[in-house]
């Protein structure tokens, strides 16, 4: 039980172009749902917090107008990084919270190239 | 994250135990994670212990908490090949679920 699935594994896009991530959780409800993005060697850094039914959390420094999120149900939240350029290229991972429990379970990431 | 700090290295040998160690600093932490990232992937769930626990064990896995010190380590015993990875430790201290990081103790195994 307690398995995210994230979509696409891997994309390259082109620079100005916009790229949407989806998380699911497969198995169990997610009211919360988290997303990461993890730079080579560091460790993951927290983005915004996804919330089913209203608008996101995001954390200081990052942009909510280019890292745009949707937590349209109760076991999909997606990401779109609008405008995508080269800085931005990393591996971003989300995660969900099962409803009642304080336990986060991660995606298997999503590899992001911009050229 | 630096409220969470690992040491970023641990080499062992295959068979013998690993230790690694973590220490966090918010004393309100309510719950103490232990995350393996493989290669390329995301991160898998190993193990957590409540803060009022002081030991959790699951099969090779031990976790002792000492909360006094605020020290967090996983012990994984019979340590094999497949267990080379790098190892999260992460707190949990409010209500809105937030996890803190280390930055990630990156275990080799050596046959």
């Known amino acids: 039980g307690a398995v995210v699935s994230q979509h696409p594994s891997r994309v390259i896009c082109k620079s100005g172009t916009s790229v949407k991530i989806e998380c699911r959780s497969l198995?169990?409800?997610?009211?919360?749902m988290f997303w990461y993005r993890q730079f080579p060697k560091q460790s993951l850094m927290l983005m915004a917090t996804?919330?089913?039914?209203?608008?996101?959390?995001?954390e200081q420094g990052v942009e909510k107008d280019k890292f745009l999120i949707n937590h349209a149900s109760l076991t999909l939240s997606t990401l779109t990084v609008t405008s995508a350029h080269p800085e931005d290229s990393s591996f971003y991972i989300c995660?969900?919270?099962?409803?009642?429990?304080?336990?986060?379970?991660f995606g298997p990431g999503t590899r992001l190239l911009v050229l | 994250g630096e409220d969470v700090e690992q040491s970023l290295f641990l080499s062992v040998r295959e068979g013998d135990s690993s230790v690694i160690n973590c220490t966090y600093t918010?004393?309100?932490?309510?719950?103490l994670y232990w995350y393996k990232q493989e290669p390329g992937a995301g991160l898998q769930l190993l193990t957590y212990?409540?803060?009022?626990?002081d030991m959790k064990q699951d099969q090779r896995l031990t976790v002792l908490l000492n909360k006094k010190d605020k020290h967090l380590s996983l012990r994984i015993a019979d340590t094999q090949t497949g267990d080379s990875a790098i190892y999260f430790c992460?707190?949990?201290?409010?209500?809105?679920?937030?996890?803190?990081f280390g930055a990630g103790t990156t275990v080799t195994v050596r046959a």
């Open positions: 198995d169990f409800q997610a009211t919360t």
């Open positions: 918010d004393s309100s932490s309510t719950y």
């Open positions: 992460a707190e949990s201290i409010r209500d809105d679920y937030k996890l803190s």
């Open positions: 212990i409540f803060s009022n626990m």
């Open positions: 995660s969900a919270r099962v409803a009642g429990e304080g336990t986060q379970y």
């Open positions: 996804s919330n089913e039914g209203s608008k996101a959390t995001y």
